[in-house]
């Protein structure tokens, strides 16, 4: 088992040799067990890229009774990434419903996971009129569903806006922005 307190940012670096050896941030994790060490990055890794990962050789991880695990690297490429671009496959309330209350939640689902960076209250809006009425932009842990919340106001018509700065995991975008009324 690997000692908690030996885990920290540099326990595992990765670095894109195709992009000249830039590193490629993120954040590490072990497991409850002290087993699984993790390393999570911090945006989708670039497609068809060639990446080193490299384990305790900046900063020693040690096991329990304090003896360093050695330095570990290995090198892989990643895939060719999608080149088909999200689709928002339902919204709920649907377009021109009616009868909708102020607290109604608004939710889009997509036909593929969004990159969660792009996931934000700039791409995805809520208006009555010309206002924007701030929504409270949340997503599902798979990333395919985006929840806005907030009050809206009675007796109006709501306008839910996603803009073409939507991605996915493979950087394509949303083909054109989307929008819906209820």
Do not use: H, K
């Amino acid at each position: 088992a690997v000692y908690p307190a030996s885990v920290n940012s540099t326990s595992v670096q990765l670095y894109n040799l195709s992009d000249n050896y830039n590193p490629i941030g993120g954040s590490t994790s072990l497991s409850s067990d002290g087993v699984t060490l993790t390393f999570t990055p911090a945006s989708p890794l670039p497609p068809n890229a060639t990446i080193e990962a490299d384990v305790s050789c900046y900063y020693q991880v040690e096991d329990l009774a304090g003896n360093g695990f050695p330095c570990n690297s290995a090198i892989f490429t990643t895939g060719a990434g999608s080149t088909t671009s999200p689709q928002i496959v339902s919204v709920m309330p649907g377009d021109g419903s009616t009868a909708v209350g102020p607290g109604a939640i608004v939710t889009l689902s997509f036909n593929e996971s969004l990159d969660p960076n792009t996931i934000n209250s700039q791409n995805f809006q809520v208006f009555s009129g010309y206002t924007n009425l701030g929504a409270y932009v949340s997503r599902s842990s798979d990333n395919r569903m985006v929840m806005l919340s907030g009050r809206w106001p009675y007796a109006s018509t709501i306008t839910v806006i996603v803009n073409n700065g939507v991605l996915d995991l493979s950087g394509n975008p949303l083909t054109s922005a989307f929008r819906s009324s209820f």
